[in-house]
């Protein structure tokens, strides 16, 4: 009971923000983005940086370098500090007008990698959750987000399924990247269905036992 009272908990933050502007879910980042690298910023100029390709995690590209489009701040978005040489990231990308750029409009594809932890920032927090930068954020040890991620890419439409035919509990993974998408995954069910509290907390009992 404690744990499905946890899940609810956790996907009632998320599926109940709002805001002029919904940040992206960590998975839909991933689905989103045509391109996504991991690399260090080499270069910065006034509209672009540069940035040299470590590991490719999905897409291809023939270049170990890659210019993209800077963010722009704006109201309800900003990047949490100056680009600097030697940042490094996981860059997950878009093409626009022939440039790459950052997947959302919230700069939610630039993944910052420091200590060998890799942070997702976010507008909320959930249990577990940390800031970087004064920033909420999620944090990945770095070797766990790449496994992650990767498979995450590979059982994309088998996750899918298993919310339609309401198996998804059942899916476990010891992977923190993959415990995350799980429970946005069950709040996205949950939005569809346009479930109340209660009716959450009974739907997650029945789909427990299921």
Same mark, same amino acid.
């Given at each position: 009971?404690?744990? &499905? =009272?946890?899940?609810?908990?956790?996907? $009632?933050?998320?599926?109940? &923000?709002? *805001?002029?502007? $919904?940040?992206?879910?960590?998975?839909?980042?991933?689905?989103?983005?045509?391109? &996504?690298?991991?690399?260090?910023?080499?270069?910065?100029?006034?509209?672009?940086?540069?940035?040299?390709?470590?590991?490719?995690?999905?897409?291809?590209?023939?270049?170990?370098?890659?210019?993209?489009?800077? =963010?722009?701040?704006?109201?309800?978005? /900003?990047? @949490?500090?100056?680009?600097?040489?030697?940042?490094?990231?996981?860059?997950?990308?878009?093409?626009?007008?022939?440039? @790459?750029?950052?997947?959302? =409009?919230?700069?939610?594809?630039?993944?910052?990698? #420091?200590? #060998?932890?890799?942070?997702?920032?976010?507008?909320?927090?959930?249990?577990?959750? %940390?800031?970087?930068?004064? +920033? /909420?954020?999620? !944090?990945?040890?770095?070797?766990?987000? !790449?496994?992650?991620?990767?498979? +995450?890419?590979?059982?994309?439409?088998?996750?899918?399924?298993?919310?339609?035919?309401?198996?998804?509990?059942?899916?476990? /993974?010891?992977?923190?990247?993959?415990?995350?998408?799980?429970?946005?995954?069950?709040?996205? *069910?949950? $939005? *569809?269905?346009?479930?109340? %509290?209660?009716?959450? *907390?009974? @739907?997650?009992?029945?789909? $427990?036992?299921?």
């Amino acid at each position: 009971m404690k744990i &499905i =009272f946890f899940l609810v908990l956790q996907i $009632s933050v998320i599926t109940n &923000i709002k *805001a002029d502007y $919904s940040r992206l879910l960590f998975h839909e980042v991933l689905n989103l983005s045509e391109l &996504i690298v991991l690399g260090e910023i080499k270069v910065v100029d006034s509209l672009y940086f540069y940035v040299n390709i470590k590991e490719t995690l999905k897409g291809k590209t023939e270049s170990y370098s890659i210019k993209i489009r800077k =963010f722009e701040n704006w109201s309800c978005a /900003s990047r @949490w500090g100056k680009y600097k040489v030697h940042q490094k990231g996981i860059f997950a990308l878009n093409r626009k007008k022939g440039n @790459w750029q950052i997947t959302g =409009f919230g700069n939610e594809g630039e993944m910052p990698i #420091e200590n #060998e932890n890799l942070f997702f920032i976010t507008t909320f927090g959930l249990k577990g959750g %940390y800031t970087y930068k004064k +920033y /909420s954020a999620l !944090k990945f040890n770095l070797t766990d987000a !790449k496994e992650g991620i990767k498979k +995450y890419l590979e059982i994309e439409e088998e996750l899918e399924k298993m919310i339609t035919n309401k198996t998804l509990l059942s899916y476990y /993974s010891k992977n923190e990247v993959l415990k995350k998408i799980k429970i946005e995954l069950i709040g996205k *069910a949950f $939005s *569809a269905l346009n479930l109340n %509290y209660e009716e959450r *907390a009974k @739907w997650l009992k029945l789909y $427990s036992e299921k």
